[in-house]
């Protein structure tokens, strides 16, 4: 098939909307939609201070890649989580890409701030590592004057993540998912450029601008229920193209109705690392059994 705005063959088929493109003509149309996805929802200016957190995997590659050609001021920040094979990897693919963009890069070993790894928690490790992750983005974005935190969930993360919290009726998790989490106490603005992108996007993206990414899936996530509800809906996708997108639409137009839920949640500070917490000790000086604050703040 024919590009639909050229005469070269077709790269990609997109299922919606349906249209074939060639590679420059698919580049401009991902790189509009993410540059859309900004100004809709008001994401980011070109005065703030933006730290994009990468994995090493096409996600966070491809959401840094865009915004530094769209001209924006960003760092990279990575958490090197200790999980053999894998975070070496890792932590390889961010160096190249850190490289190529000629910008600062982060990284912030688990093992020098909590003695472990996460190859000695055993039992729910998916919800620990979200649990270290977010926390350690945050306090490395707020210690180091950071306006905000680029991460890179894309369309497919999205639903299926609210797809499980609707399954579990995990109300305040429902009350406070979107593309743009506002600052709140110590917690820098989170925002997602790659919203409306969906996976298979992302990974023709990455390809074609030629990303050096590490796409194996973290050896502890493969059983993740998420998983199995991306591949779920991406059958009814089949079926029904932009089912997905229609989703996460009527979500954000409902999400109000959740936020009730959030008034009786605390708010204060941890009192072992003076963090924003729902308890008196947050989830992270919990989890890892911390007695006293982490120092993440950048030695000039
Ligand atoms: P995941 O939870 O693995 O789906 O990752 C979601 C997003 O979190 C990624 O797109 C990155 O922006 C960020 N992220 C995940 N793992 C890391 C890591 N090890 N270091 C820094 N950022 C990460
Ligand atoms: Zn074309
Ligand atoms: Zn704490």
Redesign the pocket.
């Known amino acids: 098939m024919k590009c639909k705005f050229c005469d070269k063959d077709s790269y990609i088929k997109l299922k919606s909307p349906k249209m074939y493109l060639c590679k420059e003509h698919f580049v401009e149309y991902f790189e509009d939609k993410v540059k859309k996805s900004i100004e809709k929802y008001k994401m980011l200016n070109k005065d703030e201070k933006i730290l994009?957190?990468?994995?090493?995997?096409k996600?966070?590659h491809a959401?840094a890649w865009v915004l530094k050609k769209l001209g924006y001021n960003i760092e990279l920040?990575?958490?090197?989580?200790g999980i053999k094979g894998f975070?070496d990897e890792?932590l390889k693919a961010?160096n190249e890409l850190a490289e190529k963009l000629d910008v600062p890069l982060h990284v912030?070993n688990l093992k020098d701030i909590t003695g472990k790894t996460m190859e000695d928690i055993r039992g729910k490790k998916c919800s620990i590592?979200?649990i270290t992750?977010r926390y350690?983005?945050n306090k490395f974005g707020y210690e180091n004057g950071f306006d905000v935190i680029?991460?890179?969930?894309?369309l497919d993360?999205e639903v299926a993540f609210i797809l499980n919290n609707i399954m579990n009726w995990s109300v305040s998790y429902l009350a406070r998912q979107g593309p743009v989490l506002p600052q709140r106490g110590k917690y820098p603005k989170k925002v997602?450029p790659?919203y409306e992108n969906t996976e298979e996007e992302i990974s023709a993206y990455a390809e074609v601008v030629g990303l050096e990414v590490f796409s194996e899936k973290?050896p502890f996530?493969k059983k993740a229920i998420?998983l199995e509800y991306k591949e779920m809906l991406n059958k009814l996708e089949e079926k029904r193209p932009g089912m997905k997108y229609n989703f996460l639409v009527g979500y954000l137009k409902n999400r109000h109705l959740f936020e009730k839920e959030l008034e009786d949640i605390p708010f204060v500070e941890c009192k072992v690392c003076g963090m924003s917490s729902s308890g008196e000790v947050c989830s992270f000086c919990r989890t890892w059994g911390l007695k006293e604050e982490v120092d993440l703040k950048v030695k000039e």
């Not at 994009?52 to 995997?57: R, Y």
Request: glycine residues 14%; contains cysteine; neutral net charge.
């Open positions: 994009v957190a990468v994995s090493g995997g996600d966070g959401a920040f990575h958490i090197n989580l975070s890792s961010v912030v590592c979200g992750k350690l983005m680029v991460t890179g969930h894309n993360d997602k790659l973290c996530a998420t």
